[in-house]
């Protein structure tokens, strides 16, 4: 069966051969069902994600590549419990959406889109703009206008046109969906086809940890482009056989904006009432997810769960891996945070094997770290 584009919600399909970001009525879309690759179709000359080529929706002779992928897998002491690190500022551009900007672009590009448009807190924008100019494509960026200007100066750097929104990332998101009438919408939060770049974690944590899957992944969650990523990712590899039970996905997210882990625990398929007010974790800061649903269903389904960590956790979790070598922002350091409370209420225990993923650098949140060792910059 062909690979189409899937409303999960309805059952609709629709063809792979041209460009679409969403169903009617604005519904977020998947993929159907992929089967996998083996170990035996890994691309073992391709240092990179695309050594899954294989995995991929569609095969691309010249794909937008800059190295992305392949990041270290470290062994750390977290909570006073080993805990494998997932370093994914290793990748070009600081942060894991690499993985589905260089997924994404490269098959977009393969369908005749030539601009894009894409609303960023920092991190996604920063990919998007470096992958898109890796691969000759114009950009517009729209980010709130309170994002971090390393993050900023960065899209600008690569040739991206950046737009400051004023509001909250919210308001950012409503104003990108607007403009997608004008400029085809290549938003790591909608696209499915960044989902398909975001599971090849769980394809190298498989081929890190020796083709076999970790007990438990933890990892910070904004609109869960990760969470999403390693589900399809640990399904396709139980459906090639080459695994036999999906790990426990947790998601981590800020107290002050936590849409996701307040409808989790309160036994919900959807949002529930919750107050969001700002957060240091400036990249998991969006209020409306536009796949909670299925978020939600990976979480349960996986036998994982959500926490909520308070800012003085997240900046004390920052402060703490910065001190065994772990620089990385506060949105990354919620993954440490949460795995000492999960820990603690014996979720988690210390012999299984855990990944904390470390999403993003904390050389872009520089100011917010400056403000917590209080000191002047």
Not at 128 to 133: G, R, T
Not at 179 to 188: D, E, L, N
Request: glycine share 10%; aromatic share 6%; proline share 7%.
């Amino acid at each position: 069966m062909p690979v189409e584009y899937i409303d999960p919600r309805s059952g609709a399909t629709f063809p792979l051969d041209q460009p679409r970001w969403c169903g009617p009525n604005h519904a977020p879309l998947l993929l159907t069902p992929l089967p996998g690759l083996t170990r035996t179709q890994i691309d073992t000359a391709a240092r990179g994600l695309w050594r899954y080529r294989a995995a991929f929706p569609m095969q691309i002779d010249d794909p937008i590549t800059l190295g992305e992928g392949m990041t270290p897998l470290i062994a750390r002491t977290v909570a006073g419990v080993s805990v494998m690190v997932k370093c994914e500022w290793f990748n070009p551009t600081c942060s894991f959406k690499d993985r589905g900007a260089s997924v994404m672009l490269s098959l977009l590009r393969a369908q005749g889109v030539g601009h894009v448009l894409e609303d960023s807190s920092g991190n996604g924008g920063a990919a998007v703009s470096a992958y898109a100019a890796a691969g000759r494509m114009a950009t517009t960026i729209m980010a709130p206008a309170s994002t971090s200007p390393a993050k900023t100066v960065q899209m600008r750097a690569h040739g991206a046109t950046v737009e400051l929104i004023p509001g909250s990332r919210q308001d950012t998101a409503d104003a990108a969906v607007a403009r997608s009438a004008s400029v085809f919408y290549a938003s790591h939060n909608w696209h499915p086809f960044f989902l398909h770049g975001t599971k090849t974690l769980a394809y190298e944590l498989w081929e890190d940890l020796g083709y076999r899957a970790p007990d438990n992944v933890i990892v910070p969650c904004g609109a869960g482009s990760n969470v999403l990523g390693c589900e399809i990712g640990f399904s396709e590899l139980l459906r090639a056989g080459e695994i036999g039970t999906m790990p426990r996905i947790f998601a981590a997210q800020p107290a002050n904006c936590a849409p996701i882990a307040a409808a989790f625990m309160a036994g919900a398929d959807d949002a529930v009432p919750t107050t969001i007010s700002p957060t240091m974790a400036e990249g998991t800061a969006i209020a409306r997810p536009v796949r909670m649903r299925e978020v939600l269903g990976t979480l349960r389904e996986t036998r994982g769960g959500a926490v909520t960590l308070t800012e003085d956790e997240i900046g004390r979790a920052t402060l703490d891996m910065a001190r065994i070598g772990i620089y990385v922002e506060p949105t990354s350091a919620q993954a440490a945070a949460a795995f000492g409370k999960l820990l603690e209420t014996g979720t988690i225990t210390p012999d299984q094997t855990t990944v904390l993923v470390m999403t993003g650098t904390g050389i872009k949140a520089t100011p917010l770290i400056a403000q917590l060792l209080g000191v002047a910059l």
